[in-house]
């Protein structure tokens, strides 16, 4: 939750999840992180309640999985979870 608040910091250092550290590529500002390792990536979304990872791996890309993370999000923002 703490690289939310200063996500400059893990575009330099990189984010471990699961023992597996992923280049981020993008922080947006609906408090999503996006990361790439090699054909795989991570998706990272910050709830009040929660946080959403989604991890792909080819066929998937990077859009699709963001997509759906940010989806998944929206409705567990929207339930008041």
Do not use: W
């Amino acid at each position: 939750m703490k690289a939310f608040e200063r996500p400059e910091k893990l575009v330099q250092k990189g984010l471990r999840i699961g023992g597996t550290k992923y280049e981020v590529t993008q922080v947006e500002e609906e408090d999503v992180i996006n990361g790439q390792k090699g054909t795989s990536g991570i998706v990272v979304k910050k709830t009040n309640q929660a946080l959403l990872v989604g991890i792909y791996d080819k066929p998937m890309t990077l859009a699709l999985c963001n997509a759906i993370v940010k989806r998944v999000g929206s409705y567990i923002i929207e339930q008041h979870y």
